[in-house]
């Protein structure tokens, strides 16, 4: 049963443009999601994060909106850079519980 | 800050052998750390929470005799994958929960993983 679903296994943007990357997920008791950066044979860094209390954060060229509605995040980069390029996961937490649930990742190729 | 090292980064080892790997928290207390394996493309798969000084809670279908795990201190946690066999070759990563001062939620910070093949 896969909780949290990234439906596009691989994207490819041009430099400078933006990049949305998608977050699907089931269980509406998560409440608190985020997004990691994975390099290959590297673990993943912390890029943001929302809350459901929020619809939106932002943090320099990263946006994260938030749909509770539709249980749909997404991640916007702009503008996209080729230093960009690598796997981004989403992952969810519910209130009370440390674990996190991580989507399958999509790989991210910023065309120079 | 927030750093996390795990050691060795790579091993190879003959199928049989236990090997064990090392988490630590370089600059903060980590009163929870997280165990995870990874498979070539796919989602990092929880197999275990470490809490310092109690036992480790295993997720669903993670062999406890298997992937030993052992919460020492609040800045190291070691999983031994125990007589290991080449489907145990994945990549092994760790992470740590860092409490943000205050908020509800904690952050996990991520090791670099270790790279695990069994011959």
């Known amino acids: 049963d896969q909780q949290v679903k990234q439906n596009s296994p691989s994207l490819r943007v041009q430099e400078g443009r933006i990049s949305i990357l998608n977050c699907d997920y089931t269980n509406s008791m998560f409440d608190y999601f985020l997004w990691y950066k994975k390099y290959p044979a590297e673990g993943p860094t912390f890029l943001i994060s929302i809350s459901s209390i929020k619809d939106k954060n932002e943090d320099g060229r990263f946006t994260v909106f938030l749909n509770k509605s539709a249980k749909h995040l997404s991640l916007h980069i702009v503008p996209s850079q080729p230093g960009d390029s690598a796997v981004y996961f989403c992952a969810a937490s519910a209130q009370g519980a440390q674990k996190l649930v991580f989507g399958q990742g999509t790989r991210l190729t910023i065309n120079p | 800050g927030a750093v996390v090292s795990q050691h060795p980064s790579w091993v190879i080892c003959k199928s049989g052998t236990s090997v064990k790997i090392e988490c630590r928290s370089l600059d903060f207390q980590a009163t929870t750390m997280f165990w995870y394996r990874q498979f070539p493309k796919q989602s990092l798969m929880l197999m275990a929470t470490?809490?310092?000084?109690?036992?480790?809670?295993?997720e669903q279908g993670v062999e406890k005799d298997k992937f030993l795990i052992n919460h020492a201190s609040l800045t190291l946690s070691t999983l031994t994958v125990t007589s290991a066999h080449p489907e145990d070759s994945s990549f092994y990563i760790c992470?740590?929960?860092?409490?943000?001062?205050?908020?509800?939620?904690?952050?996990?910070?991520f090791g670099p993983g270790t790279r695990l093949t069994v011959l």
């Open positions: 992470s740590a929960n860092t409490p943000s001062g205050g908020l509800l939620y904690n952050e996990q910070f």
């Open positions: 470490s809490n310092e000084g109690s036992k480790a809670t295993y």
